[in-house]
């Protein structure tokens, strides 16, 4: 499921995809061996995120969970999976780096990562347009648990991460989260409904003023 949480007025969307559907939120029926598919690319794209491996056919592939991988999805049936060892229909190998690109740019990203049979480092960078290193997380984890790699932009200019482990050939990914920077058209109208509900209270206030004025006036003119 892409899951959406609003984050107020003024702030963008932040969504979690956890492998489980597609970009239009249709269910995703994956398989569970790696010789029967191929790396994850564009099936995101419509959300503006795009997965990419080392290069040629490399990558990590949505698989479901019944394959025996020793370890669960953190959440549905599939995840994002990798094994150095293994090929893929195409030929390539589900290796890493794995690069994931948003079109948006962002002010935090995380996403949750797991070996099944060794302890493993994970190491998630955030880029900028410019290429330039915005940030980086790294963690250790014990044998089949999850924990969570993120980063944030008190700047909100992360335009892509890349994530890497070591010390296992065989690792998994879950439940990737994202918030983008708020569209400047949102934060227009959040500033112009802030100064036309103040204009609006000030008019009514003087209003106010104006009716208690003229009426203590009437009495005054009548006592007199």
Do not use: C, W
Not at 194 to 223: D, E, P
């Amino acid at each position: 499921m892409i899951l959406v949480a609003g984050l107020g007025i003024a702030s963008a969307e932040a969504a979690t995809i956890n492998f489980d559907t597609d970009a239009s939120d249709n269910p995703i029926n994956a398989l569970d061996l790696f010789v029967n598919t191929t790396r994850l690319a564009d099936l995101y794209a419509p959300l503006g995120v795009d997965f990419s491996g080392s290069g040629g056919n490399d990558g990590g592939v949505i698989l479901n969970q019944s394959g025996n991988f020793d370890i669960d999805a953190r959440s549905g049936l599939n995840f994002l999976v990798f094994n150095r060892d293994a090929r893929l229909s195409d030929g390539g190998v589900p290796t890493d780096p794995e690069t994931i690109t948003f079109n948006t740019l962002l002010n935090s990203v995380s996403i949750f990562a797991a070996s099944a049979n060794d302890t493993a480092t994970f190491t998630l960078e955030a880029f900028d347009r410019n290429n330039l290193l915005v940030g980086s997380n790294t963690i250790t984890t014990q044998p089949s648990t999850y924990s969570q790699l993120s980063v944030s932009s008190a700047s909100g200019n992360i335009s892509r991460i890349v994530l890497t482990s070591r010390d296992d050939n065989y690792f998994v990914y879950d439940d990737l989260s994202f918030t983008p920077v708020p569209e400047p058209s949102s934060v227009l109208g959040t500033l112009t409904f802030g100064v036309l509900g103040t204009s609006y209270m000030l008019k009514h206030k003087l209003k106010k003023q104006k009716s208690v004025s003229t009426i203590r006036n009437s009495q005054f003119a009548i006592r007199n």
